[in-house]
């Protein structure tokens, strides 16, 4: 860990005052802890930012006698994750906003507004983003809180008859092509937009509250509800950190097992998008072939899991059940041989379009320097030419031992998005193939895992790459057997909110094209 | 004065049994050329796309268009608060009026054609234009901001196509030197047009399906963008007369196509009436090709492609034709 | 008289085609259901109650277009008495006054292209 020493050493004389402690990574999922004050956080803000960490996450914690603002952030080049911690007095919470400096954060601290009832100071767009205003308190505070009055006006921020010659429109939430309940306020100017807000919540069903309210196990089936195409990775990453801050072993078959139907879940949701974004375009055929080899799919992993969208196959320790050696690798197998010859297929038939091409080649460019300020990650950032995957930068499953090359594009526009997704595809099917044939014999789940769960005391952060890319969970228990706070970080949120910037100025349908391209899934951002 | 008389009355009888006969054989067109190509679009989109189709009402699904219409005529008749009144009902019938008067001059055959008026390709010309406006008066008075900006973009589209349109006409009189249809059909007796013309041919039916609002030109209701476009507030029957027309204007530029470039109902061994038909409706097929094959163009990709590629390209071309026909 | 003849058919048609219009929008009337929930007569903008009216000021950026083709438009329509006198072999004073004719319209295209009509670009205020 040499970025993080080598961070300690450059810290300490920076900010004397300031406690930095190093944190054993294999148990708590971060290798620094920094508790900031409400005076030098931004100062310590800033120098994160000189060293080009992207901010991961960012989010509250309500421990009644405090609130706990928590900042992820890490490298690009190298994992070092730093937790830069912020207390607030409960009663007049008010916090100084990194907006300037990290633009994703606009967002999440509209999120923390609403959840926690957190003021930011300088904050330009302090409104509601997923609440509506039948919610007179903040919801994810443990105690009752009231939504004091002048904040219920914070709702609306669109004014249609500001300016002459530009309009607002709806662009969802019942859209053909926000993929289910996004809502995006345009500012139009013509054909042209002048500025695009995305709106969410409708689809928002607090997951976040009900991990406090459930017992770890209890809650295992919700995340799959989330991220309904990649369910499988989703189960993943909240299995992982149970098992990492309960420390429970994993067998090496599970591993392997678990890393091979990720892979294939990976896949039907590459394909799903396959079909939804031509659909966007205008073209509706692909998507008919797309689903037609999901299908294949959707059969095999029905086959392991017991279900066809939304699995949970993956328990503490291990797996709900063993695969059947035969039937499954046999499926698999045949599978893998013909979606290599669909990709072929595929091709020709979307790929060499002109009318394709011409649509989504140089729009909607999206630069390596945004990475920082935005968090995307997964395909987007990849197709910027930044070779970003959890499945390398912190290997967990059995990716360590496998190797597999990383695909990336050039300028980060639509096509390059597009070209990289469709080279993961033949990824995960080598991927699959080198799983299938490493294999272990042996058990596929842990015996001693107790029927009730009750972590130590303690926090945990663990990342997944899932279709759309990062996505963490972290966990705070306070050793009962339900956890005390439990935060997602999704993919799509941050992916979603370079949106407005690339949206700018440009046509409506490159605006769609664009949207089309990040592959958002509206259940994983509003939760 | 008493001979006048017997020959108005006698010339508007003859015209008036013409036009009887006319009429009910153009509903038949009409309604029997939506009925099918409803079934055929989702057959054929069926069949691309690796699926069935409709199969469940009647044989092979033939009737399926039936149950659709009865489910049409019981749909609600959806008028929105804030729309334009007038405009909004003046709309789907508007959209009908060229639609109908098209078929006046379409020869199906030597004989069978309503009325062969000698300015014939001036008359398509001239009412294809009201089909634009129905659309424009449509999503103007929906108050709703997809159907305006559908409604626009329908106008810009259809005046940037209009010209290719024309100019890709405008050789084909050259060789004939008529505008009458029957004339045009008649003249192809030998060789059809479209050996002569193949650019100008390729011109007018990309113009065609651009006029007619079909992907990859379907940007007016590009429901990716725009939900439904122009006709986003309409509903039940009123849907269906936009529906209705669309359907007949691909029958009717399939129609002039084959009239002006394929020989018209010119053909051995079967009767006229049948080479029309099954030359239209192969053409028709190419257009729901393109509609489950081609993704949607962008809107300045669209416009320029008129402006920068066909409108200079059918101009050399009718020089071209222009010289040729002087050696 | 004659182009009464003529057009005799034309007017007929439209006007049934106005009747056929007509008489299912009637039929249907009479057969569909009504409805009146709280919101069922508000304009559909997704799911969500517009901003405003539709009656905007709305900025066609092609309008340039639109000026094109009404010069366009017209003069392309002088080609067609042209077309129909235009006489095959000998003659050639005809084919030297179409090429003229044509040069002059596609100048209007030329100039149009020269002054970036035809180039889209991302527009970005402030």
Request: with cysteine; proline share 5%; aromatic share 14%.
């Amino acid at each position: 860990m040499a970025l993080a020493t080598k961070i300690i050493e450059e810290f300490k004389p920076e900010f004397k005052s300031v406690d930095i402690a190093e944190v054993p990574y294999e148990k708590q999922g971060y290798h620094l802890a920094i508790e900031a004050r409400t005076g030098n956080l931004l100062n310590i803000i800033d120098f994160l930012d000189r060293r080009d960490f992207y901010i991961i996450d960012l989010f509250c914690v309500d421990y009644q006698e405090y609130l706990e603002l928590v900042y992820f952030f890490s490298t690009h080049r190298e994992l070092c994750r730093i937790k830069v911690t912020l207390k607030l007095d409960p009663e007049k919470p008010v916090a100084p906003t990194i907006s300037n400096v990290y633009t994703i954060a606009r967002w999440y601290e509209r999120e923390i507004h609403e959840f926690f009832g957190v003021y930011f100071e300088g904050h330009p767009n302090l409104t509601y983003l997923f609440l509506h205003e039948e919610i007179g308190h903040y919801p994810l505070r443990k105690k009752h809180v009231a939504v004091p009055d002048h904040d219920k006006k914070l709702l609306n921020s669109f004014k249609p008859h500001e300016e002459e010659n530009s309009f607002f429109i709806n662009l969802g939430p019942q859209h053909p092509s926000t993929h289910g309940v996004l809502r995006v306020v345009l500012k139009m100017d013509g054909e042209y937009l002048v500025s695009a807000e995305p709106v969410l919540g409708y689809l928002h069903r607090m997951h976040e509250k009900m991990a406090e309210n459930r017992s770890y196990m209890q809650f295992l089936p919700n995340p799959a509800r989330m991220d309904y195409p990649g369910a499988l990775l989703f189960n993943l990453a909240y299995v992982e950190a149970v098992e990492k801050l309960c420390g429970i072993e994993v067998p090496e078959r599970a591993k392997y097992i678990r890393t091979i139907t990720c892979e294939l879940n990976r896949i039907a949701s590459h394909l799903l998008w396959l079909g939804a974004f031509p659909a966007d375009l205008g073209a509706l055929t692909p998507f008919m072939y797309a689903f037609d080899d999901r299908e294949n799919i959707l059969d095999i992993l029905e086959d392991v899991t017991g279900s066809r969208l939304t699995y949970c196959y993956f328990r503490f320790g291990g797996l709900y059940n063993d695969i059947n050696e035969e039937t499954f690798i046999d499926a698999t197998k045949r599978f893998i041989e013909r979606m290599r010859e669909r990709l072929v297929m595929y091709d020709k038939l979307i790929t060499g379009n002109v009318i394709f091409i011409n649509r989504i080649k140089n729009i909607g460019i999206l630069e390596q320097g945004q990475a920082k300020k935005y968090g995307f990650s997964g395909p987007v950032i990849r197709s910027t030419g930044m070779p970003f995957d959890m499945r390398k930068v912190d290997p967990y499953a059995a990716y360590g031992s496998i190797d597999f090359e990383i695909p990336t594009g050039h300028i980060g526009d639509n096509m390059d998005r597009y070209l990289v997704r469709m080279k993961e595809i033949e990824v995960s099917l080598n991927i699959i193939e080198e799983g299938i044939k490493r294999l272990p014999s042996g058990p596929f789940k842990t015996e001693k895992v107790p029927k009730k769960l009750k972590p130590p005391k303690g926090d945990i952060y663990n990342a997944v790459e899932s279709t759309r890319g990062e996505t963490g969970v972290y966990i705070v228990s306070d050793e009962s057997d339900t956890p005390y706070r439990m935060r997602w970080r999704v993919p799509s949120y941050s992916n979603l909110m370079t949106f407005p910037h690339l949206a700018r100025g440009v046509l409506i349908a490159d605006a769609i094209a664009t949207l089309g391209s990040y592959d958002i899934v509206v259940p994983e951002i509003d939760r | 004065m008493c001979d006048t008389i017997i020959n108005i009355v006698n010339i508007v009888g003859k015209e008036v049994v013409r036009t009887v006969v006319g009429l009910i054989g153009v509903f038949i067109v009409v309604l029997g050329n939506a009925i099918m190509l409803t079934w055929t679009e989702r057959k054929v989109a069926g069949h691309i796309q690796r699926r069935i189709g409709p199969k469940e009402v009647g044989p092979f699904g033939l009737l399926q268009s039936f149950a659709d219409s009865v489910k049409l005529l019981g749909k609600e008749l959806l008028t929105p608060a804030n729309v334009e009144k007038p405009l909004y009902y003046l709309a789907p019938t508007l959209i009908f009026v060229p639609v109908l008067v098209t078929f006046v001059v379409i020869p199906f055959d030597g004989f069978l054609q309503v009325k062969d008026i000698n300015t014939g390709i001036l008359v398509i010309l001239a009412f294809s234009s009201l089909t634009v406006l129905s659309i424009l008066i449509g999503g103007w008075g929906s108050d709703n901001k997809y159907s305006l900006i559908g409604a626009v973009r329908s106008v810009a589209q259809n005046i940037a196509y209009e010209i290719p349109l024309l100019l890709s006409l405008l050789p084909i009189i050259f060789m004939a030197n008529s505008f009458s249809l029957r004339d045009i059909a008649e003249a192809q007796r030998g060789v059809w047009f479209v050996v002569y013309q193949p650019i100008a041919f390729l011109i007018f039916f990309v113009a065609s399906v651009a006029e007619t609002n079909r992907t990859p030109f379907d940007l007016p209701e590009a429901e990716s963008e725009l939900v439904a476009g122009f006709h986003t507030e309409y509903s039940g029957m009123r849907f269906s007369l936009f529906f209705l027309a669309e359907y007949t204007n691909m029958f009717i530029v399939s129609a002039i196509a084959v009239t002006f470039f394929l020989g018209g109902y010119q053909g051995p061994v079967l009767p006229g009436v049948v080479w029309f038909f099954i030359k239209t409706y192969a053409l028709v097929f190419v257009l729901l090709w393109f509609r489950w094959t081609f993704p949607r163009v962008r809107f300045d990709q669209l416009l320029n492609f008129s402006w920068k590629i066909l409108i200079p390209v059918s101009f050399l071309n009718l020089l071209v034709t222009g010289g040729i026909l002087k050696i | 008289m004659q182009t009464l003849q003529e057009f005799f058919h034309v007017a007929v048609f439209a006007v049934v085609a106005v009747i056929f219009t007509v008489s299912p929008i009637v039929i249907a009337y009479l057969l569909a259901p009504r409805t009146a929930g709280k919101k069922t007569f508000v304009t559909y903008e997704c799911g969500i109650e517009p901003f405003g009216n539709a009656w905007i000021r709305y900025s066609v950026h092609y309008y340039i277009y639109a000026l094109i083709f009404i010069a366009f438009d017209v003069d392309v329509l002088y080609l067609f008495p042209i077309a129909l006198s235009y006489t095959k072999g000998g003659n050639a004073f005809e084919f030297y006054s179409l090429i003229v004719f044509v040069l002059i319209l596609a100048l209007a295209i030329v100039y149009a292209w020269g002054k970036g009509v035809f180039t889209w670009k991302r527009k970005i205020l402030s």
